[in-house]
């Protein structure tokens, strides 16, 4: 199986200020069909995974533009330009290339 | 509007059975693989099968295997997710989901808690 891994796992964070998350695979996200399928989740407290970014790089619908993804074949990231208070949870990157699917630990996010 | 409404779950012994269930609509529910995902508690999460628009095909993670079995109904728009043979490491809340990986396509249910113990 591909193993995510993220880091940090932990990352305080004061409102207004950036913040940034780095994922890495075990293996190439790149799919036969050329595509790199890398997906980051937000989790908020109580609450089901709520997709933020897919395909490395886009944003699902409704997601605000402070947040930002970029990388390529073994190594993502996910940014967040100014961190709201409503952005506290955990966040999972997950890759959608390989079978079984599989979700890094987990990052975080707190405000400080 | 998509919605993912999960009924099910609840307290089972080990090597008992649950099934969930998951209705959804706002969408052509028909046309769409429909996805089983899990969380132990407060732990990560593991997505645990999907299936194919008609039914006729499935996939599960190994841990699973042979013990799960997901279906679906598509005139009434459900999709269950059968548990047999259930240990303490199912426990968790499990989510029937809608992830599409090349489109804007991301719908989750609210969860629902299964608890295997004795």
């Known amino acids: 199986d591909v193993v995510m891994t993220q880091s940090p796992l932990s990352l305080p964070v004061t409102p207004g200020q950036p913040a940034s998350i780095s994922c890495r695979s075990s293996?190439?996200?790149?799919?036969?069909?050329?595509?790199?399928?890398l997906n980051w989740f937000h989790q908020g407290p109580g609450q089901s995974p709520r997709r933020l970014i897919y395909m490395v790089s886009n944003r699902d619908s409704g997601v605000p533009d402070r947040f930002s993804a970029s990388g390529s074949g073994t190594d993502f990231s996910l940014k967040i330009s100014r961190v709201e208070a409503e952005d506290v949870g955990v966040y999972y990157c997950?890759?959608?290339?390989?079978?079984?699917?599989?979700f890094g630990p987990g990052t975080k996010l707190e405000i400080k | 509007e998509v919605h993912l409404v999960q009924f099910g779950g609840g307290l089972v012994q080990p090597g008992g059975s649950l099934r969930l269930s998951c209705a959804a609509s706002g969408f052509n529910f028909n046309m769409y693989w429909m996805n089983w995902v899990r969380q132990a508690p407060g732990k990560g999460l593991e997505w645990v099968a999907n299936i194919h628009p008609d039914g006729t095909e499935t996939i599960y993670v190994d841990s699973v295997k042979g013990r799960f079995t997901v279906s679906r109904d598509n005139a009434k728009k459900s999709v269950d997710l059968q548990m047999n043979s259930l240990s303490a490491e199912d426990t968790g809340i499990y989510y029937c989901?809608?992830?599409?990986?090349?489109?804007?396509?991301?719908?989750w249910g609210q969860g629902a808690l299964v608890t295997v113990s004795s």
């Open positions: 997950m890759q959608h290339t390989h079978w079984p699917h599989t």
């Open positions: 989901a809608r992830v599409y990986r090349e489109v804007d396509i991301s719908d």
């Open positions: 293996q190439s996200l790149v799919h036969s069909d050329g595509n790199t399928y």
